[in-house]
């Protein structure tokens, strides 16, 4: 099945950033963008990502059983492997352009995908920064959040700290109850805004790696759906791995890379460049 011409066009002309934009997200290392897709391309692929989800989805435990990390949301990685069409999302010119503008680099390549469908009844993500699991020598890293509905607060929508990147703090915790306590007691000493505001249909956020963000519970009875890919600088460098999260990184989603060399393997193409 081919990807209807309309929505083709639309993964693939760029998205103006006014200098504005550009100097928000390098002091917040987030911004939320509105209209970045219009209602029939996210319907689009609410409908393919939901089939994919469901047919991949392999849990089966109740969501009260489950903890604090398995009630925050359904996990399925690297789509793009798995569907044509979702490919042509992850590999969106318009969406790697962006990425590239707000970190300003020459070009960006995937890390990889995700979809992240929180349950109606599920829980909090807590407080985390999504760079402790990554073996990446720099923070020139961002991830596209892609809501596939309109996400009002009590959906769950992320919420950010914002220009929290500066804080070394909680840096060092995996995703969890622990996260969430630690986390929220640093930030409520500090002077960054905890920003938390509902997604309009085809609103987009992008977010560094090393600024800390959470959802709320999702208290309606719908799924909140969730698409997000993340990319990074085109001539990103592995390190040493720090913890044994970054190694499983390390052999998962960059294969056959060599430390303190660019990362280059088959599931890291070059998604957009100059």
Known sequence: MAIPQSIKEQLNQPYPLTEDQITFYEQNRFIKLKQVFDQDT?????????????????????????????????Q???????DELIKELVFSKRIGKIASDLMQTKGVRLY?????????GGGIT???????????ASDKTITVWIPLQATPLEMGPLEFSAGSHEIVDGRDLEIGDDSETLIQQKLRVTD??????????????????WVFHRAGANSTSSTRKVFTAI???????????ENKNQIVDWETWCPGTVVDQEIDSHLNPIIFQY
């Open 42 to 74: 996210i319907d689009y692929f609410n409908g393919i990502i939901s089939d994919v989800v469901k047919q991949l989805n392999k849990v089966e435990t109740p969501l009260e059983e489950r903890s604090t990390y398995g009630k925050a949301f359904l």
């Open 76 to 82: 399925l990685f690297n789509l793009w492997r798995e």
């Open 112 to 120: 990889h995908d995700q979809a992240l469908f929180k349950e109606g």
């Open 126 to 136: 807590p407080w985390h920064a999504d760079q402790y699991y990554w073996p990446l």
């Open 192 to 209: 960054f805004k905890h920003v938390i505001e509902p997604f309009d249909i085809g609103e987009i956020s992008f977010h560094s790696g």
């Open 231 to 241: 990319y990074m600088d085109k001539a990103m460098k592995l390190k040493q791995p």
